[in-house]
């Protein structure tokens, strides 16, 4: 499942590609091995960088990318780099400039209609499985946005472990937890059927042994299990989608700078809680309970509280802090912009049917 410089290489030398736009992570191109590789690789063709500046990925920068593949028009676009740059790379891929852009990305209105060439991926974390998901989001001033559409999946996708070891650990942690809460999340979801439960359970397998080691003692062994663990989160909420933790993070991001995978942890095993302590509310066409037993067993627990006391060990064991006062966050003064940031689209897949007072009253613990 998982790739080597030698697929790339094939696959790069076809030659109906003689134009190609890379966009790209200055430091992690470098640092991943993925520029060195590169450069003996890619011979006898017109190529065009393009660094991602901002942390996020902004509109600003969106339109500066789009601008720049119109101007270049490559017969491929590869994305090497972790969610913000993939993510940039399938909406450049979709989306035209146009004096609405803005209006449109807010109101979820965009009129999708073709991509502009092929696309073509490299992740250099295991976390968002956005080489093969069907969303990406993008920042319009400072507010977290979602784009979905068939279109912004990638025409092809390569894993290649190595360039995951030198990620940062905090990277690693929080984008390893992502991929974590999305096959959790996919799990539970109004929208999973048996292919996205299998997809999950799959990951789970793979990534509930490998997490913390990956964290803490990269190698190859445990880069390629969270490169297969994250590649089948992402196929899993393609088909599912996220729920509530991923609804209630966008603001923790968008206010508060949490990295997106850290951001879905701060509240992950409270919304789980309410969900297991409401399964006679749920609105599903599967049975809630026995999608929690199935929970239970990946993580060989026999029940919601030794569930979530294994979250709150592995969050701790990969620092992903979640202590308000220590990562300097007021909840009772911010609680409204809170709530007014949550994702919408991601919270009507919650298996239970929860509002603004519920997520107020998990967050600050009141219920």
């Given at each position: 499942?998982?790739?080597?410089?030698?697929?790339?290489?094939?696959?790069?030398?076809?030659?109906?590609?003689?134009?190609?736009?890379?966009?790209?992570?200055?430091?992690?191109?470098?640092?991943?091995g993925?520029?060195?590789l590169?450069?003996?690789?890619?011979?006898?063709?017109?190529?065009?960088l393009?660094?991602?500046?901002?942390?996020?990925?902004?509109?600003?920068?969106?339109?500066?990318?789009?601008?720049?593949?119109?101007n270049?028009?490559?017969?491929?676009?590869?994305?090497?780099?972790?969610?913000?740059?993939?993510?940039?790379?399938?909406?450049?891929?979709?989306?035209?400039?146009?004096?609405?852009?803005?209006?449109?990305?807010?109101?979820?209105?965009?009129?999708?209609?073709?991509?502009?060439?092929?696309?073509?991926?490299?992740?250099?974390?295991?976390?968002?499985?956005?080489?093969?998901?069907?969303n990406?989001?993008?920042?319009?001033?400072?507010?977290?946005?979602?784009?979905?559409?068939?279109?912004?999946?990638?025409?092809?996708?390569?894993?290649?472990?190595?360039?995951?070891?030198?990620?940062?650990?905090?990277?690693?942690?929080?984008?390893?937890?992502?991929?974590?809460?999305?096959?959790?999340?996919?799990?539970?979801?109004?929208?999973?059927n048996?292919?996205?439960?299998?997809?999950?359970?799959?990951?789970?397998?793979?990534?509930?042994?490998?997490?913390?080691?990956?964290?803490?003692?990269?190698?190859?062994?445990?880069?390629?299990?969270?490169?297969?663990?994250?590649?089948?989160?992402?196929?899993?909420?393609?088909?599912?989608?996220?729920?509530?933790?991923?609804?209630?993070?966008?603001?923790?991001?968008?206010?508060?700078?949490?990295?997106?995978?850290?951001?879905?942890?701060?509240?992950?095993?409270?919304?789980?809680?309410?969900?297991?302590?409401?399964?006679?509310?749920?609105?599903?066409?599967?049975?809630?309970?026995k999608?929690?037993?199935?929970?239970?067993?990946?993580?060989?627990?026999?029940?919601?509280?030794?569930?979530?006391?294994?979250?709150?060990?592995?969050?701790?064991?990969?620092?992903?802090?979640?202590?308000?006062?220590?990562?300097?966050?007021?909840?009772?003064?911010?609680?409204?912009?809170?709530?007014?940031?949550?994702?919408?689209?991601?919270?009507?897949?919650?298996?239970?049917?929860?509002?603004?007072?519920?997520?107020?009253?998990?967050?600050?613990?009141?219920?």
């Amino acid at each position: 499942m998982v790739n080597s410089a030698e697929d790339i290489k094939k696959f790069i030398s076809d030659k109906s590609f003689k134009k190609i736009f890379v966009l790209c992570g200055k430091k992690s191109f470098v640092t991943s091995g993925a520029e060195e590789l590169f450069k003996k690789i890619i011979i006898d063709k017109e190529i065009k960088l393009f660094y991602k500046k901002s942390e996020l990925p902004i509109l600003e920068e969106l339109i500066e990318i789009i601008n720049d593949i119109k101007n270049f028009k490559p017969d491929l676009i590869l994305a090497v780099g972790g969610g913000a740059v993939i993510d940039y790379a399938k909406i450049a891929n979709v989306v035209d400039v146009r004096e609405d852009l803005a209006d449109l990305i807010v109101n979820y209105s965009y009129p999708f209609k073709k991509k502009y060439t092929k696309l073509t991926v490299i992740p250099t974390t295991a976390g968002s499985g956005a080489e093969v998901t069907s969303n990406a989001v993008i920042y319009v001033d400072g507010i977290k946005h979602s784009f979905e559409s068939e279109l912004l999946i990638p025409d092809n996708f390569f894993l290649i472990p190595e360039f995951l070891i030198s990620a940062p650990n905090n990277i690693k942690a929080s984008a390893g937890f992502d991929a974590i809460a999305q096959a959790l999340e996919s799990l539970v979801s109004k929208k999973s059927n048996d292919q996205s439960v299998e997809y999950a359970s799959k990951s789970l397998r793979v990534s509930v042994n490998s997490f913390i080691s990956f964290v803490n003692n990269p190698n190859m062994k445990n880069a390629t299990e969270m490169s297969i663990a994250a590649n089948l989160a992402g196929k899993a909420i393609s088909i599912s989608k996220t729920t509530a933790p991923h609804a209630a993070s966008y603001p923790f991001t968008s206010l508060f700078n949490i990295s997106h995978g850290h951001a879905v942890g701060l509240f992950f095993e409270r919304f789980f809680k309410f969900n297991y302590e409401n399964l006679e509310k749920s609105d599903v066409s599967f049975d809630l309970k026995k999608r929690f037993d199935l929970i239970f067993n990946l993580f060989d627990v026999s029940n919601i509280e030794g569930f979530n006391a294994t979250i709150s060990s592995i969050k701790k064991q990969a620092k992903l802090e979640d202590n308000m006062k220590l990562l300097n966050i007021d909840l009772d003064k911010n609680i409204e912009k809170i709530i007014g940031g949550v994702n919408l689209l991601r919270l009507g897949n919650n298996p239970v049917k929860i509002n603004g007072n519920d997520i107020s009253n998990i967050i600050l613990d009141k219920r």
